[in-house]
């Protein structure tokens, strides 16, 4: 179908302006080709029949990018609406928001545009405060149904905002909110810990013993000594796979900053305090660690990470159980995503790892850390640090391969994080949504970029890196497909697994590999 005739030249011209690829969308390609050519399209002009497509398929990546109007209701949406999908030719595209209005069309109600095109977006902002509040005071909610008393929404859609927006329940989300004010108590004070369950909002010591171990691997009281201690030992659930955190930890054999060694892993990380040495020893049921120097709690959630204790594993067998697709799983019930050691290496990595292969991704990153790491001891560095590589220039790195493309986003990456641009400590505490717009505004980060640094820095767990050949290789081989699904099938054959998606990813980048022993 064509595009639809305004009426006047301005509106001829905000058309073709829409065709356009936006400059400040061109800078923020992912440099996968599929999600580049079919999520910005900047080398693409945006037809009435692609704009209609996106519509149909939700696709908030083109929210901003266009609106919709429909002629039948007399209202525009943004492109990710969920309202009923109109026909297509009671549909009319506009550039603005503004453009839509002067048509005689009003907001919709449902998704919001006006909020959305002056950054605003009040429901997301109304969950945030509440997750906020619980982290604060999360003794003054006894449980999940006072922060569905507290929210003003109702329990399904309250659920459905946690999921979207959080990757989570309200309950999961006031545990860790408990867990964390624990652990601040237990560093901070010498609070008995019965007390400190109770501040925490705990019901009980031992539903407090209970939950404290099993996402941490060791006792309140053993986390508290953490304090004076450069060694602890970490529980690990029954049925972990070891095989496949050794599989992880050792995939780069050439590694600067981490080294696997029969049963002893060694890497070096950046803590407050400076570079520093962290060394586990690797056992069926337990893992010794020993920090160098610096602060052994935050070698605690390093570690914690690394092994992915406090994820729900088990949670995505079930799903995978209930759908028919336990094959996804078999082996690997308790398979766990391994987190990077900072959000900075994951940052790195991300844009290091961009539309290359892995072995040569590997050498780009070994020979970035040569450059800019800090050296431990013979073959180990801890990785760079953001003044490290911001201190650079693009002619720095096209000897070591890097082109200069890649050189520049990671240097000016490093440089807005250097300069206060972009708050990497901020972003743990943020909505996925949230840190998704907050990544997705960097140059150099695309879609595909973002969701591997939710998933793999960051522990959402409701993440797909669209445009990912593990992913789509993957799907083809459990659904015995005859090719690899495009990104709009990705999308919608991966939804199945919400709220799991993360873990449907990991579990499908292992699909075509052996069991590990």
Not at 260 to 267: A, P, Q
Not at 308 to 333: M, V
Request: charged letters at 20%.
């Amino acid at each position: 179908m064509p595009a639809p005739d305004f009426p006047g030249a301005r509106e001829r011209a905000d058309l073709r302006a829409i065709n356009e690829p936006a400059p400040s969308q061109l800078h923020r390609k992912n440099p996968d080709d599929a999600v580049k050519t079919l999520c910005y399209l900047a080398p693409m002009r945006m037809t009435h029949a692609t704009m209609y497509d996106r519509v149909l398929a939700s696709d908030a990546a083109f929210n901003g990018r266009f609106f919709f109007g429909v002629i039948s209701t007399g209202i525009y949406c943004l492109p990710a609406c969920k309202a009923r999908k109109p026909k297509p030719e009671n549909v009319r595209f506009f550039p603005t928001c503004e453009a839509a209005r002067a048509t005689g069309l009003r907001a919709c109600k449902k998704c919001h545009p006006d909020d959305f095109a002056r950054g605003a977006d009040p429901v997301l902002e109304s969950v945030e405060a509440l997750v906020a509040e619980i982290r604060a005071t999360p003794a003054a909610f006894p449980d999940a149904r006072a922060i569905i008393r507290r929210s003003g929404f109702g329990a399904t859609r309250l659920f459905e905002l946690f999921r979207q927006h959080y990757h989570t329940t309200p309950a999961d989300l006031l545990l860790r909110a408990r867990l964390a004010s624990a652990k601040t108590h237990l560093l901070a004070s010498n609070l008995p810990l019965a007390q400190v369950a109770g501040e925490a909002g705990f019901e009980s010591l031992s539903v407090f013993h209970e939950q404290f171990r099993s996402r941490n691997g060791l006792t309140p009281a053993a986390y508290s000594d953490l304090r004076s201690a450069s060694r602890f030992t970490l529980n690990l659930p029954r049925g972990y796979l070891l095989g496949y955190l050794r599989r992880a930890l050792g995939r780069d054999s050439h590694s600067l900053t981490e080294r696997l060694i029969s049963d002893v892993y060694t890497c070096g990380v950046q803590l407050s305090s400076g570079p520093a040495r962290l060394t586990l020893g690797l056992a069926p049921h337990a893992i010794e660690v020993t920090l160098s120097s610096g602060r052994a709690a935050e070698a605690h959630a390093i570690t914690v990470g690394l092994l992915g204790l406090d994820q729900d594993a088990a949670a995505f067998a079930r799903l995978s159980r209930k759908l028919g697709l336990a094959r996804l799983t078999t082996g690997r019930t308790e398979l766990r995503i391994t987190q990077t050691a900072s959000i900075f290496d994951g940052l790195l990595w991300a844009i290091i790892g961009q539309q290359i292969n892995l072995p040569f991704a590997f050498l780009l990153k070994r020979r970035l850390i040569e450059r800019t790491g800090t050296p431990l001891s013979e073959n180990l560095y801890a990785p760079p640090t953001p003044a490290a590589v911001a201190a650079l220039a693009p002619a720095d790195l096209l000897p070591l391969q890097f082109s200069r493309q890649k050189a520049d986003y990671v240097i000016q990456t490093s440089r807005l994080i250097t300069e206060g641009k972009l708050d990497l400590a901020a972003l743990p505490a943020m909505s996925a949504t949230r840190a998704e717009r907050t990544l997705l505004a960097v140059r150099g980060l695309g879609p595909w970029s973002v969701n591997y640094l939710l998933m793999r820095a960051l522990g959402f767990s409701d993440c797909v890196p669209l445009g990912d050949t593990g992913v789509t290789n993957g799907l083809k081989a459990l659904l015995r497909l005859e090719e690899r699904p495009d990104l709009d099938a990705t999308k919608r054959l991966m939804s199945v697994f919400s709220p799991y998606r993360s873990f449907a990813t990991a579990h499908l980048w292992q699909l075509p590999q052996p069991i590990p022993a």
